[in-house]
């Protein structure tokens, strides 16, 4: 073989060695230079060079291209587009962001055919949902599917870290859709077997407030929510659990009962205060007078409220020295009186108290005690009073009673 065949055979070979760049080609470059902004990469195996502007090398905008790869190093590269013409010496637009971000989205694939979570972070808030990073593809967690329940302000989430389930997944169109929501109710639904399984009346458990309605405030558990009904948020009369209340608010709370079956927990707030029974005795010892509102009326008398919590019972007959038919003849509720203490019975929360006791008795009056005559319609106290229905109507009814009996 002649020189001249020699040189022509090893050109050929070269030139067969030499492989034909296509978009979407993975080739290796090596960085031959770093110039405004862009490397300057040799595509091995091609003769060819192409560029990788900083945008193609991370998503970090404000990144230093210097900080990402020096002269001398060979990189993994996509092939994005040709920017060139002349096939020998032409260049080509490259990028390692997306070819990670093509890896990462075969990962994510491999995840969604197998059913498996994805650990996402929250980058920020857009209409309709929370766009979540997942190791540089973007994904999409609608509003709805954020969590178990409604959210009024997904700001909080933003920088946080957690698992999301894969509801849609298109690659070809960057479509990633995500849920949390599935996630959290599955989580709860755990929680909530194992709290059932160890909640007993009687524990002192805390609690966050979760929801207010007007009938009380629902506190979740962690796993379950559980009601303390309005009448177990303080001793003191509440209108409105949201006077006392608000969401959001750490609480410790007494398990009231347990009802597994129907997935119920009471719950007391004022179970853990201290109770306005306890020092009655202090405050308003025998004989005292104090001041104290009037909080309901009766037939047989009115109710007055003498510390928060606390009501004592004026018996009509105690209210003044004149007959009256009804309480509202002189009273209202909501008015001031002071009243004299006449007995407490803090065991039973039974605090009887008078008005007239403090009034001095009218001269023409004394000669002649004018005797109460009951009516044949008493309303029957509340439960809680500490009073029995007999009490309530006073002594008068039982004389007549016994009266008849003699007969």
């Given at each position: 073989?002649s020189?001249?065949?020699?040189?022509q055979?090893?050109?050929?070979?070269?030139?067969?060695?030499?492989?034909?760049v296509k978009?979407?080609d993975?080739?290796?470059?090596?960085?031959?230079?770093?110039?405004?902004?862009?490397?300057?990469?040799?595509?091995?195996?091609?003769?060819?060079?192409?560029?990788?502007?900083?945008?193609?090398?991370?998503?970090?905008?404000?990144?230093?291209i210097?900080?990402?790869a020096?002269?001398?190093d060979?990189?993994?590269?996509?092939?994005?587009a040709?920017?060139?013409?002349?096939?020998e010496?032409?260049?080509?637009?490259?990028?390692?962001?997306?070819?990670?971000?093509?890896?990462?989205?075969?990962?994510?694939?491999?995840?969604?055919?197998?059913?498996?979570?994805?650990?996402?972070?929250?980058?920020?808030?857009?209409?309709?949902g929370?766009?979540?990073?997942?190791?540089?593809?973007?994904?999409?967690?609608?509003?709805?599917?954020?969590?178990?329940?409604?959210?009024?302000?997904?700001?909080?989430y933003?920088?946080?870290?957690?698992?999301?389930?894969?509801?849609?997944?298109?690659?070809?169109?960057?479509?990633?859709?995500?849920?949390?929501?599935?996630?959290?109710?599955?989580e709860?639904?755990?929680?909530?077997?194992?709290?059932?399984?160890?909640?007993?009346?009687?524990?002192?458990?805390?609690?966050?407030?979760?929801?207010?309605?007007?009938?009380?405030?629902?506190?979740?558990?962690?796993?379950?929510?559980?009601?303390?009904?309005?009448?177990e948020?303080?001793?003191?009369?509440?209108?409105?659990?949201?006077?006392?209340?608000?969401?959001?608010?750490?609480?410790?709370?007494?398990?009231?009962?347990?009802?597994?079956?129907?997935?119920?927990?009471?719950?007391?707030?004022?179970?853990?205060l201290?109770?306005?029974?306890d020092?009655?005795?202090?405050?308003?010892?025998?004989?005292?007078?104090i001041?104290?509102?009037v909080?309901?009326?009766?037939?047989?008398?009115?109710?007055?409220?003498?510390?928060?919590?606390?009501?004592?019972?004026?018996?009509?007959s105690?209210?003044?020295?004149?007959?009256?038919?009804?309480?509202?003849?002189?009273?209202?509720?909501?008015?001031?009186?002071?009243?004299?203490v006449?007995?407490?019975?803090?065991?039973?929360?039974?605090?009887?108290?008078?008005?007239?006791?403090?009034?001095?008795q009218?001269?023409?009056?004394?000669?002649?005690?004018?005797?109460?005559v009951?009516?044949?319609?008493y309303?029957?106290?509340?439960a809680?009073?500490?009073?029995?229905?007999?009490?309530?109507?006073?002594d008068?009814?039982?004389?007549?009673?016994?009266?008849?009996?003699?007969?």
């Open positions: 073989m020189e001249q065949d020699y040189s055979s090893e050109m050929e070979k070269a030139l067969s060695s030499v492989h034909e978009i979407g993975v080739v290796k470059g090596e960085v031959l230079a770093i110039d405004d902004g862009q490397l300057v990469v040799g595509i091995q195996g091609t003769g060819v060079e192409g560029v990788v502007p900083l945008k193609e090398l991370t998503s970090d905008r404000n990144a230093n210097n900080d990402q020096q002269v001398g060979v990189l993994d590269l996509v092939v994005i040709s920017i060139g013409h002349d096939k010496n032409g260049s080509y637009l490259l990028s390692k962001r997306r070819l990670e971000a093509r890896k990462v989205w075969t990962t994510i694939e491999d995840k969604f055919k197998a059913d498996e979570t994805l650990s996402v972070t929250v980058k920020e808030v857009v209409k309709g929370l766009v979540a990073d997942a190791d540089g593809v973007r994904g999409f967690i609608p509003a709805s599917m954020v969590a178990d329940r409604y959210v009024d302000d997904l700001k909080k933003v920088g946080e870290t957690f698992e999301v389930k894969i509801i849609e997944i298109e690659p070809s169109e960057n479509r990633l859709i995500l849920s949390r929501k599935a996630l959290v109710q599955q709860k639904a755990e929680e909530r077997k194992v709290l059932f399984e160890k909640l007993l009346p009687g524990d002192v458990v805390e609690g966050k407030v979760a929801r207010l309605t007007n009938f009380g405030a629902f506190i979740d558990l962690g796993g379950a929510d559980g009601l303390v009904h309005i009448s948020i303080a001793y003191e009369r509440v209108d409105k659990p949201s006077d006392v209340l608000k969401v959001g608010e750490d609480v410790k709370v007494k398990v009231l009962s347990v009802d597994a079956e129907k997935g119920r927990i009471s719950l007391s707030i004022k179970a853990l201290p109770g306005p029974w020092k009655i005795a202090e405050v308003a010892p025998v004989g005292a007078a001041d104290g509102k909080k309901r009326l009766t037939t047989f008398g009115a109710f007055v409220e003498v510390a928060p919590g606390v009501e004592g019972l004026v018996h009509i105690q209210i003044s020295h004149q007959h009256i038919a009804t309480p509202n003849e002189v009273l209202k509720e909501g008015q001031d009186v002071k009243v004299k006449l007995s407490v019975d803090p065991e039973n929360r039974r605090l009887s108290l008078s008005i007239k006791a403090l009034i001095e009218p001269a023409s009056e004394k000669k002649q005690e004018s005797a109460a009951p009516e044949e319609h309303e029957i106290p509340e809680d009073t500490g009073f029995s229905f007999g009490e309530m109507i006073g008068a009814l039982k004389k007549n009673l016994d009266k008849d009996s003699d007969q």
